[in-house]
T-cell receptor
Framework: NAGVTQTPKFRVLKTGQSMTLLCAQD?????MYWYRQDPGMGLRLIHY???????AKGEVPDGYNVSRLKKQNFLLGLESAAPSQTSVYFC????????????FGPGTRLTVL | GNSVTQMEGPVTLSEEAFLTINCTYT??????LFWYVQYPGEGLQLLLK?????DKGSNKGFEATYRKETTSFHLEKGSVQVSDSAVYFC?????????FGPGTRLSVLP
């Protein structure tokens, strides 16, 4: 099992460009999450999904959109990138919510110039 | 709202020293509590968890006890190794609310 994989690993964008980050999991998990990690701030939840076809906002959703068309994939989109979106993005998945363990991908380092 | 506070790092210890990383939380209701560890260049992985008051989570020599009366979940290890060098995150989950602390960087010197 590959677990949780993220594509790409690194990306540099110019302000105003768009991109999509792909997260895939092969553990048949219902729940999937997107976080951003910034120095001194821990991880902050951007969006999450409790099942195929569902999405919900987290703590910092502005400037991002997500889709969960297939159970194993969770896409994070930036329509018009801004320098404030420079961060490391982590995807995670879990079988259920709340007390269940989240399994994390290796991260995507995004720089917006 | 829900929040997690961790001791500021970095923490530098010699091998075989005792480790404590403090974590306190604020939550409505009774959340589940976690410690995650992040090794250099990797994503987070679960170290241990506790889902109700007085529960003790343990793994790889690390322990933490869910203390409702002090709203704390301090991480301890009796004898650290160089391989324990990493960033440690305290986190809580309550319903669909997931909150991570800022992380504490631990460096263990041989």
């Amino acid at each position: 099992n590959a677990g949780v994989t993220q594509t790409p690993k690194f990306r540099v964008l110019k302000t105003g460009q768009s991109m999509t980050l792909l997260c895939a999991q092969d553990m048949n998990h219902e729940y999937m999450y997107w976080y951003r990690q910034d120095p001194g701030m821990g991880l902050r939840l951007i969006h999450y999904s409790v099942g195929e076809g569902t999405t919900a906002k987290g703590e910092v959703p502005d400037g991002y959109n997500v889709s969960r068309l297939k159970k194993q994939n969770f896409l994070l989109g930036l329509e018009s990138a801004a320098p404030s979106q420079t961060s490391v993005y982590f995807c995670a998945s879990s079988f259920s919510g709340d007390a269940d363990t989240q399994y994390f991908g290796p991260g995507t380092r995004l720089t917006v110039l | 709202g829900n929040s997690v506070t961790q001791m500021e790092g970095p923490v530098t210890l010699s091998e075989e020293a005792f480790l404590t990383i403090n974590c306190t939380y604020t939550a409505t209701g009774y959340p589940s509590l976690f410690w995650y560890v992040q090794y250099p260049g990797e994503g987070l992985q679960l170290l241990l968890k506790a889902t109700k008051a007085d529960d003790k989570g343990s793994n790889k020599g690390f322990e933490a006890t869910y203390r409702k009366e002090t709203t704390s979940f301090h991480l301890e290890k009796g004898s650290v190794q160089v391989s324990d060098s990493a960033v440690y995150f305290c986190a809580l989950a309550y319903g669909q609310n997931f909150v991570f602390g800022p992380g504490t960087r631990l460096s263990v010197l041989p």
